[in-house]
């Protein structure tokens, strides 16, 4: 099979084509036909070396993944060949990621495949979906009527954080940088937006709370953007970070009695437990996506898998509009 390997951590350059056996699925592993793969800013991070987490080299990178199963090894009861599926599969440590023709994947990082959702989709939507979905639905647990905060309400992991928090019957709000990005978020459900350039936090809290602040405060930017939220956020309020690598004054933490969640979906793989968990986000996402409540935002720039280096050199810019994907195969 043809895969695009790395032989050592650098520039998106360091990328090759290779030449590699087709991989024999174990017990509780399928072997997958990749029909697409999603790049992730933590799979530039693990490229480059900022993050270190790459498998063994020579290394196939990218865990986001859909496909059709192609062979099951001992034991698979829940798959069949043939069957269409996503998942986050690894790319990392000791998992091998999906940057080749086939992959091997526990099932236990596997759902069956939304009908609703085609394969690019699908293959964009594991890491941002899980990510948004451990955040709100499990740690700061959303109820109806509650009000939500999205940082960075038009980005990858936030724009699905909007639409998952509108689907739990939230009152959503959305900080966005520019009318573009605000009128998208308003299509996937928020009530309200921010222009955060243009209004101080203490004004739209005052604007749109009443200054009371918000219940729950989704942080997909981080930064200064974890400082506004804390700001933000209400007495006894919830915070949710996903990108916490700084350095913060937690007086508004204390003062207001707050709780701070930091999210790291990729933890399960990198610390070898919990699988089962990531196998459950997913089929529960997929249920919102049959359901028309779930949708994931594409850059209309199309890629293959040999091209896997201009699709991280894109991402890294940050002048994509929407979650890259390569297209594996038709």
Not at 72 to 78: I, K, P, R
Request: net charge neutral; aromatic share 6%.
């Amino acid at each position: 099979m043809k895969a695009m390997i790395i032989r050592q951590c650098g520039a998106s350059s360091e990328f090759e084509l290779a030449e590699l056996p087709l991989p024999e699925p174990q017990a509780g592993q399928v072997r997958i036909k990749v029909m697409a793969t999603g790049v992730n800013p933590i799979d530039c991070k693990i490229r480059s070396g900022a993050v270190p987490l790459a498998p063994a080299f020579p290394a196939i990178l990218q865990g986001d993944v859909a496909g059709v199963v192609d062979a099951l090894g001992f034991g698979v009861t829940d798959f069949a060949v043939g069957d269409a599926v996503f998942g986050f599969i690894g790319g990392l440590k000791t998992h091998s990621g999906a940057l080749a023709e086939f992959a091997l994947a526990d099932v236990r990082l596997l759902a069956h495949k939304p009908a609703a959702l085609d394969f690019a989709s699908a293959a964009a939507l594991p890491v941002v979906g899980m990510t948004a979905w451990e955040g709100l639905i499990e740690r700061a647990a959303l109820v109806p009527g509650q009000s939500v905060l999205v940082q960075g309400g038009a980005g990858g992991v936030g724009h699905i954080a909007v639409q998952l928090a509108h689907a739990a019957g939230c009152r959503v709000v959305a900080t966005v940088s520019g009318k573009d990005k605000g009128k998208l978020a308003r299509q996937l459900g928020a009530d309200e937006v921010v222009y955060y350039r243009d209004e101080a936090v203490a004004d739209y809290v005052a604007r749109l709370t009443g200054g009371r602040g918000f219940d729950v405060v989704f942080d997909s930017v981080g930064g200064v953007s974890l400082d506004a939220s804390l700001q933000a956020a209400a007495v006894g309020g919830r915070v949710i970070a996903i990108a916490a690598r700084s350095t913060h004054d937690l007086s508004p933490m204390h003062s207001k009695g707050l709780d701070l969640s930091v999210v790291f979906s990729l933890s399960s793989l990198v610390y070898g437990r919990g699988f089962e968990r990531i196998g459950q986000r997913l089929r529960q996402l997929a249920q919102l996506a049959e359901a028309g409540k779930l949708r994931v935002l594409l850059d209309a720039r199309v890629f293959t898998l040999q091209a896997v280096g201009a699709a991280h050199a894109l991402v890294e810019s940050g002048g994509a509009h929407g979650k890259v994907v390569l297209r594996v195969a038709d």
